[in-house]
């Protein structure tokens, strides 16, 4: 018993509460319809964060759906993601990322109800410590959504859980009296060790409430505000990855309101 309590500092993450933020996001989109059922989209998008007190980047996002009947529809896609800096008041280290989606819906009358899988691979450029942050990052999305189609408004909420593929898997060796130091590890210091990028848990719940407003047949607007909760493991360890110096779990709020607009033809 007394060895497998001292085995759970091998998880003894610092748990860090991250004060509340909040932020913005503004986007705008062309939806062209190809043939019946198939459209291909383009969208830019800016964020903002820091309690609205900083900009945060830039998304562009490639997309292409098909309706299949009246109850699936699917989807692919290509997002190129400008992180911006402002220490270096640049853009730097872009990502791009893949998706593909599938969607399920049922109506009832004007109310629906629409769950929506999308898996992402997302490639990180640039240099970096990638014993920290793995340079290609898989995750899944799982979002159930809502709406009331109330002649050109539509009000909506949804709600949304992200599963990550590839997290840090982080344990530490106990002889039953002290832990084992590794060889980069300074005497008398934990033996933590870094066993790769292989772990798997959910790292955000987001909910979010707003509404479309269909201003005539071609331009539509959205409004909302999305709520996250984020549960990100965070890893510092040493450029060689013979090290790991710490092993933190961040957890926060934040808030979000957003505008969208978007020009079909």
């Known amino acids: 018993m007394m060895a497998v309590l001292c085995t759970m500092p091998a998880f003894t993450q610092t748990d860090v509460r991250l004060d509340p933020e909040f932020g913005?996001?503004?986007?705008?989109?062309?939806?062209?319809?190809?043939?019946?059922?198939?459209?291909?989209?383009?969208?830019e998008e800016a964020r903002f964060d820091n309690n609205f007190r900083g900009f945060q980047r830039l998304q562009t996002t490639l997309g292409a759906s098909y309706k299949v009947n009246n109850y699936f529809k699917c989807g692919?896609?290509?997002?190129?993601?400008?992180?911006?800096?402002?220490?270096t008041s640049s853009f730097?280290?872009?990502?791009?990322?893949?998706y593909a989606d599938a969607t399920g819906s049922i109506k009832f009358g004007n109310f629906s109800i629409a769950l929506k899988e999308r898996f992402q691979w997302t490639y990180r450029m640039g240099d970096f410590n990638e014993y920290q942050n793995p340079r290609n990052a898989f995750t899944l999305k799982s979002r159930l959504t809502f709406k009331y189609k109330f002649r050109k408004v539509t009000p909506f909420a949804y709600f949304e859980i992200r599963n990550v593929f590839n997290a840090p898997v982080i344990h530490a060796n106990f002889d039953g009296s002290s832990y084992l130091t590794d060889s980069g590890s300074e005497k008398g210091e934990p033996g933590w060790f870094l066993d790769g990028f292989k772990g798997v848990y959910v790292n955000r719940y987001r909910g979010a409430t707003g509404i479309d407003v269909k201003v005539d047949s071609k331009n539509e607007l959205s409004f909302y505000?999305?709520?996250?909760?984020l549960y990100d493991k965070v890893v510092d360890a040493n450029a060689?990855?013979?090290?790991?110096?710490?092993?933190?779990?961040?957890?926060?709020?934040?808030?979000?309101?957003?505008a969208e607009y978007t020009f079909s033809f």
Do not use: C, Q, W
């Open 92 to 98: 730097g280290n872009l990502r791009h990322r893949l």
């Open 225 to 229: 505000f999305m709520g996250d909760y």
């Open 76 to 87: 692919v896609g290509y997002v190129l993601i400008a992180p911006y800096s402002s220490s």
């Open 240 to 258: 060689e990855g013979t090290k790991l110096k710490s092993y933190t779990t961040e957890k926060g709020f934040f808030g979000t309101i957003g």
């Open 24 to 43: 913005a996001r503004i986007s705008a989109a062309v939806d062209k319809k190809i043939i019946k059922g198939l459209h291909i989209s383009l969208e």
